[in-house]
């Protein structure tokens, strides 16, 4: 079993920065694929970011593309999704999910491929 905890949320004007955290434990974090999904209210839940357990491998969504990055560090068993440049349109609840992979470039947007998830993090952007 792999525990995630989501941490960083809050509220931010138009324009600025916010960096979430996910720390993992019960499990060797190094092996477990990353992947950040968001929730808006009435809509469904939607990829943002992943990482492969490696680091060496991430993916993002288009409307974050250039504004948001992945990363991790392995050594405090934590992954990291610095966002920059927010909107309003990125207000959310912001999730993290894991999966074990043997593939040190593995990564993927699909929901279902995660196993663990946690409880989430609100970001909200004010125009």
């Known amino acids: 079993q792999v525990q995630v905890a989501e941490s960083g949320g809050g509220l931010v004007q138009d324009g600025g920065s916010l960096r979430l955290s996910c720390a993992a434990s019960?499990?060797?974090?190094?092996?477990?694929?990353m992947g950040w999904f968001r929730q808006a209210p009435g809509k469904e839940r939607e990829f943002v970011a992943a990482?492969?357990?490696?680091?060496?491998?991430?993916y993002y969504a288009e409307p974050v593309k250039g504004r948001f990055t992945i990363s991790r560090d392995n050594a405090k068993n934590t992954a990291y999704l610095q966002m920059n440049s927010l909107k309003p349109e990125d207000t959310a609840v912001y999730y993290c999910?894991?999966?074990?992979?043997?593939?040190?470039?593995?990564?993927?947007?699909?929901?279902?491929?995660?196993?663990?998830w946690g409880q989430g993090t609100q970001v909200t952007v004010s125009s």
């Open positions: 990482i492969s357990w490696s680091g060496s491998s991430t």
């Open positions: 019960g499990r060797t974090f190094s092996r477990y694929a």
């Open positions: 999910a894991t999966t074990y992979s043997s593939d040190s470039a593995y990564n993927t947007a699909r929901s279902r491929a995660y196993d663990y």
